[in-house]
């Protein structure tokens, strides 16, 4: 009877254990479901999503570093506290400052043509650059790409939504 009790015991913890790692590795996803800005299902794109903490306490929650940038371009009177970014491979929330970076390559990016992905090892950057394509950066440098990109990558957002509200539109106009 003790065994049976020391293993729930043993059991229960080490859920409960897992619980917490889960909910500080994606627990923002069900808080935070869509993108402030353009609406997207962070879920979605845990591997790219964004949590900016301000030094006034408020939270933004976005689905990439695009949606970041239009944040903290629109947030200038406040001074970002953490900026948090998924890791491409874990999915996992990791310090967007000290993540490996990897800019462009074959792989299109999330809200922008030009990829920027977030890795917490280096040795994931690099393994992924060399299957993609794309150069090694560091946080400051995929900010700058992502501010450089922000006018072309507008663009081909509204070109996308146009297009794809003219499609709903002719797909309502032909049912009777």
């Known amino acids: 009877m003790v065994r049976k009790s020391i293993i729930f015991f043993v059991v229960a913890v080490s859920l409960m254990l897992a619980g917490i790692a889960f909910s500080q590795n994606r627990g923002d996803v069900p808080l935070h479901k869509e993108c402030k800005y353009c609406g997207m299902d962070r879920g979605m794109f ?3 999503r ?12 976005v689905c990439s570093i695009h949606c970041a940038a239009v944040d903290l371009a629109n947030s200038i009177d406040k001074m970002p ?3 948090m970014v998924g890791d491409f491979n874990s999915k996992d929330l990791i310090d967007a400052e000290k993540a490996s970076w990897v800019i462009g390559g074959e792989k299109p990016g999330v809200m ?8 917490a090892k280096k040795e994931d950057a690099e393994a992924f ?8 950066a560091d946080f400051e440098t995929a900010m700058k790409a992502a501010y450089e990109d922000m006018f072309g990558d507008t663009r081909m957002i509204r070109e996308k939504r146009k297009m794809n509200r003219m499609k709903q539109s002719g797909e309502q106009g032909h049912k009777h």
């Open 129 to 136: 650059s060399k299957k993609n394509g794309g150069s090694a």
């Open 46 to 48: 845990d591997f790219t």
């Open 81 to 83: 506290k953490s900026i």
């Open 112 to 119: 922008s043509k030009r990829g920027k992905w977030a890795f």
């Open 50 to 61: 964004m949590l900016i903490e301000y030094d006034d306490g408020t939270t933004v929650a």
